[in-house]
């Protein structure tokens, strides 16, 4: 899937951005828009760019593991020495294997233990190193990316939903925590988005035409929607916004759990 690019609604000139989990999907696209709003990308995936996946202009690879409090520190701390600052923090690497869509009593805590430390901890690490930085200039931004099913449920999501509601409330709780420092906090719960992780759940979940058809608009997202949403959070016309969660989820989140036997 190549990049999704889109327009460019806010001037980013010199802002200093960190992306985990950039080289696909949302995170692509989040690198994309911020990249051509001028700002200086680094994107941290263990991901590497390729021929058909390569770094736009602006943006700056390093390789590392959310999961490790190294690497969260150390892609911090290169883009504090290399660019002077860190305006925003955008926690989005995340996974949802396929395998893991089960009842919590048939997954296997290995399993478990995984998506907690890439899901939850690793926001947790990579924001922790962001936020030191960010109370020392007394100005910043974070965004964690959440999901539409932080919010409402779906049989054989027992690891995936509630690590997300986490991730919701880690941005309330990190945004009353550090709102008197300058800094703010609020997390994107999108709704099905054409991602490769989507994709590879779509079965799982009905199917890609199923997934769009429960979302009120009649379709699944696109990552630069998403990502159009983040660039504005991040933006001085959202300045008076921390704390709190965006749904941009096709109208999922208005949709009534007893209008359909099985909503996502």
């Not at 922790?128 to 959440?146: C, D, F, P, T, W």
């Amino acid at each position: 899937m190549g990049r999704s690019r889109g327009r460019v609604t806010y001037d980013n000139q010199g802002r200093v951005i960190l992306v985990s989990g950039g080289m696909s999907g949302i995170g692509s696209a989040i690198c994309d828009a911020f990249a051509q709003s001028g700002a200086i990308v680094v994107c941290l995936d263990v991901a590497e760019p390729t021929q058909d996946t390569p770094l736009p202009d602006n943006v700056e690879y390093i390789r590392g593991d959310v999961g490790s409090d190294t690497d969260c520190r150390r892609a911090v701390n290169h883009t504090v020495e290399t660019h002077g600052g860190l305006d925003v923090l955008v926690n989005n690497a995340a996974i949802q294997p396929v395998e893991a869509y089960r009842p919590i009593d048939e997954l296997p805590i290995e399993l478990w233990d995984r998506i907690v430390r890439i899901n939850f901890t690793g926001y947790t690490l990579l924001a922790r190193h962001a936020l030191s930085v960010m109370k020392e200039q007394r100005s910043g931004v974070v965004v964690n990316i959440a999901s539409a099913q932080a919010h409402r449920t779906a049989r054989g999501v027992g690891a995936y939903g509630p690590i997300k509601a986490a991730n919701v409330l880690q941005s309330r709780q990190w945004g009353v925590e550090y709102a008197r420092e300058g800094i703010r906090v609020v997390s994107v719960s999108p709704g099905a988005i054409d991602t490769p992780l989507v994709r590879s759940s779509a079965d799982a979940q009905g199917g890609e035409a199923e997934l769009a058809n429960r979302h009120p608009l009649g379709r699944i997202g696109q990552p630069n929607e998403v990502a159009q949403a983040v660039v504005w959070l991040t933006s001085s016309d959202a300045s008076f916004v921390t704390g709190t969660d965006l749904e941009v989820d096709g109208g999922l989140g208005a949709f009534a759990a007893f209008a359909d036997p099985y909503p996502m």
